[in-house]
T-cell receptor
Framework: DGGITQSPKYLFRKEGQNVTLSCEQNLNHDAMYWYRQDPGQGLRLIYYSQIVNDFQKGDIAEGYSVSREKKESFPLTVTSAQKNPTAFYLC????????????FGSGTRLTVV | GIQVEQSPPDLILQEGANSTLRCNFSDSVNNLQWFHQNPWGQLINLFYIPSGTKQNGRLSATTVATERYSLLYISSSQTTDSGVYFCAVRGSGSARQLTFGSGTQLTVLP
């Protein structure tokens, strides 16, 4: 079955550490997105990529970094510069053309300990 | 950027009741989607509806683009309908990404 796989489901980070969240899709989608969700709030865009080797900052990119070396993969690194990283992180993808439906992964819950 | 407001923020229903969720947006859009987030965090696309009306079983949605709002109707609600419903839009300008509302938390009681 085609879909988006995010791993791990739960992640604990010590203060000062960088951590990387994985997002892989086998839908042959061109565009991929990272969103952050805080309790009781909607999703806010961190970074997005419409093509391999290119990505753009979203609304809350500070303290995060991404890469898009392969079409299938869009990993997100939460750096030590992100002061409040505890949140639920969702990855999404969609075709760059045609039907505009987004497909979401099941998310990674990151907690700073 | 475009603003998205959803109402009500919370809704508690008895099983079998009907409900209407509203999404207002501040500018013209070329993409509007309704999502359901289940208690485990998974987001499921319910409707892609930048204009017009669609129905899928007990759920239907209407978007009146000229008046900048969309409605999601849930009929004969079931406990499995519980979760958060999000409206997300993409403005007709140069933005290439969705902007989400803050959601409606729906609880359906047995």
């Amino acid at each position: 079955d085609g879909g988006i796989t995010q791993s791990p489901k739960y992640l604990f980070r010590k203060e000062g550490q960088n951590v990387t969240l994985s997002c892989e899709q086998n839908l042959n989608h061109d565009a991929m997105y990272w969103y952050r969700q805080d309790p009781g709030q909607g999703l806010r865009l961190i970074y997005y990529s419409q093509i391999v080797n290119d990505f753009q900052k979203g609304d809350i990119a500070e303290g995060y970094s991404v890469s898009r070396e392969k079409k299938e993969s869009f990993p997100l690194t939460v750096t030590s510069a992100q002061k409040n990283p505890t949140a639920f992180y969702l990855c999404a993808s969609k075709p760059d053309r045609g039907f505009d439906g987004y497909t979401f992964g099941s998310g990674t819950r990151l907690t700073v300990v | 950027g475009i603003q998205v407001e959803q109402s009500p923020p919370d809704l508690i229903l008895q099983e079998g009741a009907n409900s209407t969720l509203r999404c207002n947006f501040s500018d013209s859009v070329n993409n509007l989607q309704w999502f359901h987030q289940n208690p485990w965090g998974q987001l499921i696309n319910l409707f892609y509806i930048p204009s017009g009306t669609k129905q899928n079983g007990r759920l239907s949605a209407t978007t009146v683009a000229t008046e900048r709002y969309s409605l999601l109707y849930i009929s004969s609600s079931q406990t499995t309908d519980s979760g958060v419903y999000f409206c997300a839009v993409r403005g007709s300008g140069s933005a290439r990404q969705l902007t989400f509302g803050s959601g409606t938390q729906l609880t359906v009681l047995p």
